[in-house]
């Protein structure tokens, strides 16, 4: 079953915007972590944010993690073409299983 | 880092016929291993995962299994396909909780 569900489905922006995607899950988490796609390609980490965190920057990405909302965003800063993809987040509830949200696809136009 | 390996890379196979999809690991050793699928424009479901050679747990009942002969390789079967078993599958590694790597995935059509 899908653990996480993201917001928007899909969201369209031109080169230099922000985008922001939201992700809800259901239970207790250890970890939640959020992955990219191309295309027809495979799923590629792109950071991961402990529950006992708030927030989190890697380069142009920054996630927040609200542990009593159960939810994250994860905000891609002056978007590329290149950024154009499906990103999904997934939590690690207990064992070392991903729980994979719907995903968001993200279109950035030139 | 480990790199995961997976082929075919597409498969046009006809209903009724059987399946065989290999994934394998380099860069570590005793890692945990992963099968998920992913329907088109959807997200990834879980099918098997696996904490050693042998040993395998299902996560969801389909026509489909899994086995792991060895260490670092990771096998996905099938007898005889479904037009449902259609779709993207994806083979993963992790050794912790961290991340998982994944493979570039496995188009499946089933006509």
């Known amino acids: 079953s899908q653990q996480g569900e993201e917001d928007p489905q899909a969201l369209s922006i031109q080169e230099g915007e922000n985008a922001t995607m939201n992700c809800s899950y259901k239970?207790?988490?250890?970890?939640l972590q959020w992955y990219r796609q191309n295309s027809g390609r495979g799923l590629v980490h792109l950071i991961l944010i402990r529950s006992n965190e708030r927030e989190k920057h890697s380069g142009r990405l920054r996630v927040t993690l609200d542990t009593s909302k159960k939810s994250s965003s994860l905000l891609i800063t002056a978007s590329r073409a290149a950024d154009t993809a499906s990103y999904f987040c997934?939590?690690?509830?207990?064992?070392?299983?991903?729980?994979f949200g719907t995903g968001t696809r993200l279109l950035v136009s030139p | 880092s480990q790199t995961i390996h997976q082929w075919p890379a597409t498969l046009v196979q006809p209903v009724g016929s059987p399946l065989s999809l290999e994934c394998t690991v380099e860069g570590t050793s005793n890692p945990n291993l992963y099968w998920y699928r992913q329907a088109a424009g959807r997200g990834l479901q879980l099918l098997f995962y696996?904490?050693?050679?042998?040993?395998i747990s299902s996560e969801v009942p389909q026509n489909l299994s899994a086995s792991r002969p060895q260490d670092r390789q990771f096998i996905l079967s099938s007898k005889k396909l479904l037009l449902s078993d259609s779709g993207f599958y994806l083979c993963a590694s992790s050794r912790d909780r961290d991340r998982q790597y994944f493979g570039p995935g496995t188009r499946l059509t089933v006509t």
């Open positions: 239970t207790s988490i250890n970890n």
């Open positions: 696996s904490v050693g050679i042998g040993q």
């Open positions: 997934a939590t690690v509830t207990g064992f070392q299983k991903l729980v």
